[in-house]
């Protein structure tokens, strides 16, 4: 198993970290104590993903504009966020 890295992260390549080594602890205790159950199997494989997408499209300027800041609000509303979230998370699996 890969470094536990720190809770407080401190960049978007920590946080990635974080969600890898969370994605494959969650897959190490599917293996050794939950019966590899399909469900951890895919929370396990979204938490990596979502480390992926937010390191890769954190300064994307159109994730941004979608998304709104704390000053400006974005072209989704609060649902169409989590839909595009959760798609950006499926794809990246």
Known sequence: MAEK???DFRSKEEF???CHYLAMRMHYLNRVA???QKFPWQVAE???ALGRVFDE???DPDIRALFGDGW???SLTRDEAA???LGLIRDAR
């Open 5 to 7: 890295p720190a809770l």
């Open 83 to 85: 839909d595009y979230l």
């Open 57 to 59: 499209r954190y300064d």
């Open 34 to 36: 939950m019966g590899e």
């Open 46 to 48: 979204a938490l990596a």
């Open 72 to 74: 400006t609000p974005g």
């Open 16 to 18: 990635r970290a974080l």
